[in-house]
């Protein structure tokens, strides 16, 4: 296992576009996080799964934010009609739920939008 | 709600030299885990050490160690030896236990090792 995958590593699109991120978390890992971070900031949470179901979601994440983990393994972050807000690195991480023990990140997808 | 906050935004430091990263939190729970996180420029976050809240020793790994102060909330974050490669976003960061063990991050501190 080469730890957590983020697909595209950059994305630079329009204002108003839509836009999907992927995360292949390691496989043994049954929680997965996402957290955006801006710069200067340390990374907010979003939201997070364990397994296939959402449990948490920030109220950073408006209603044109969704996340799913379909099957409890890979897992996509859309957000439509993007705003240059919205622009950040979003950050996947994933951990075995066994608290203190931290998690383990990806290398995160930085989002432009111009 | 819990918050981390670190009071350094930018520190530097000689190489083979030793410095300290400050971080405070704030909680009420009893239980709890304290970390520090790096991120090198452009790569992904890594641990660097963790802390149990219920353990009064304070956490070591190889030249970095940790000074945790339970009644103040004082996690400080101590590099011994400093190297090139240490250069990096340092983040400490809070997790309760149980629910949903997110982790809240504090806003970070930019270290810089110099030659």
């Known amino acids: 296992d080469t730890g957590v995958s983020q697909d595209p590593r950059h994305k630079i699109t329009k204002r108003g576009q839509n836009v999907t991120f992927r995360c292949d978390p390691i496989s043994e890992h049954n929680r997965l996080y996402w957290y955006r971070q801006t710069l200067g900031q340390g990374p907010e949470f979003l939201t997070y799964f364990q397994n296939e179901a959402q449990l948490e979601k920030s109220r950073l994440l408006s209603d044109r934010f969704s996340a799913e983990r379909p099957k409890g393994s890979f897992s996509t972050l859309e957000i439509q009609r993007t705003e240059q807000g919205d622009s950040a690195m979003y950050l996947c991480?994933?951990?075995?739920?066994?608290?203190?023990?931290?998690?383990?990140f990806g290398s995160g997808t930085r989002l432009t939008v111009v | 709600a819990q918050t981390v906050t670190q009071s350094q935004p930018e520190m530097s430091v000689q190489e083979a030299e030793t410095v300290t990263l400050s971080c405070t939190y704030d909680t009420s729970e009893n239980n709890y885990y304290l970390f520090w996180y790096k991120q090198p420029p452009s790569r992904q976050m890594i641990l660097v050490i963790r802390?149990?809240?219920?353990?009064?020793q304070n956490a070591t790994e190889n030249r970095f160690s940790v000074n945790f102060q339970k009644a103040a909330k004082s996690f400080s974050l101590k590099i011994s030896d400093s190297q090139l490669g240490d250069t990096a976003m340092y983040f400490c960061?809070?997790?309760?236990?149980?629910?949903?063990?997110?982790?809240?991050f504090g806003k970070g501190t930019k270290l810089t090792v110099n030659p």
């Open positions: 802390q149990e809240a219920y353990k009064q």
């Open positions: 960061a809070f997790q309760t236990q149980g629910g949903s063990e997110k982790l809240v």
């Open positions: 991480a994933s951990s075995t739920g066994q608290a203190g023990y931290g998690y383990t």
